[in-house]
């Protein structure tokens, strides 16, 4: 899924991502790289097992060095969300407390709002085997948790701050179904082209007897501009098909290669070969 | 973050997964894994390069055994998507040719929709280095592709499958922004209830001498009012201080424990300690 264009200006801006006493350097490194995927970049460890740095977590980073070389390794969670007005915790279970819980798309959206009025936040994420203790969620305003499969619920951290910072993305975007590139503007062809492009395939297969016998004729007709109705072929679309039939029409059986081509291909220009012609 | 509830109903139905020439086995466990969490459950591998089976990939597969039990093994993309009615490329890079582009929302909803519709579906990753070739993508239907970070675009292929599986189970929710527990309705107190709670605080202030000098006792009142009331406070919240307005007001300064209780008790009471008294 490579697609990385160093031209482009790196996303840095967002949500801390804080991880309370991460056990594995390997996490931490996916942990960044899901993080510079969708434009986040700081990190917060607090007390990571393993000591910082951790070259098995710059190795497993993909290259997201600016998250890894931008570490901050704090003693205790306290001291982790100190300077940030507003902040998440992560959590697969129900609590008994105060706090509102929201899903990660609406989670998401409460970070970016409070981002564009300027204040700092932060998401913690748990250890890998149970999570986070009851008072480290206690010191977080609300909790988000994830709409997995009931029977089968073990997201890593990893997965969970990627799921985070995905819907962190998203919340920026114009809309929640850009997407980065297009294909081709899908617009239907103005009629005369896909009337062209019978009228071409039909005097084809006249030519060879296709509609046999004679009276049902008109209904087979029906059928083929059903089927090729349908689709909604674009102009661009329908050249290729135009293409298509000439190559059928051209090389038939009855006439090998080479014999009577002008003739036909004078017949296919009659019949509406520059895709335009026939209505001009 | 683990939280399964084997009590729950195992969900399996969704698009076909299918992997591209997987070279490594831990990145198909890890497939597994997310597909598992997030109710998939038909994995299909096109000649992975190390075989199959393969036990590392059961073993980061987190035991998600019914997806690695089940993964059925092809020797071409055709043979794989052969009983498929409609297919999904992922992309990261603009492919020229006719294929419609969605983002992941939209990807997700599109196989939801045909899912209701009863056809079978299914989506296409490529191998970890270069994704898929373009007469692979050609076999598709149409493309997603991942609102990425332009400046650091490195989704792995476990990464890519776990947003595709979430977009896909979020296209089954009620609403987006369900989650699977709730907090506690943030209702606000009926007034009476913060009314005695401002009603008590202010009694034990002034007991006190906290609003002096007395001409600016109405804006401190006025303030300490504001202050309270912003919060909008539910019921519970606000049994919670007046139990602490309480205490602080028992045990005073002046006053060590153990004095004059009956008195400072029956004074709490008439300032509306019971937290209706005050207005019946």
Redo the contacts between chains.
Sequence with gaps: ??????E????TDGPAIILVEPQLGENIGMVA??M????LSELRLVNPRDGWPSEKARATA???DHVIDNVAVFGDLASAIADLSFVFA?????RD???????P??AGRALRSRFLAGQKTGILF?RE???LFNEEVGLAD??V?????????????A??V??MA?EW??SG?ES?????????D?VPAEKEHLIGLLTHLEAALSARGYFRPAPKKPKMVDNLRAVLTRPGF?E??IKVLRGVVASLDYFSPKEPRGSGYPDRKAEADRAGGTGRGEHE
């Excluded at 899924?1 to 160093?6: H, I, K, N, V």
């Excluded at 992560?90 to 129900?94: I, P």
């Excluded at 929640?176 to 081709?184: D, L």
């Design positions: 899924m490579a697609g990385t264009d160093r482009q200006t790196l996303l790289r899901a510079a995927n969708f434009g993909s290259r997201a992560t959590t697969a279970r129900q407390n105060f706090k509102p819980v929201r899903g798309v609406d748990g085997r149970f999570g609300e909790i948790t994830f709409p997995v499969n009931p029977a089968f619920a073990s997201l890593n951290i997965q969970a990627l799921l995905y993305m998203k975007m929640e179904i850009a997407t980065p590139f297009s294909g081709p899908v674009t661009a679309e």
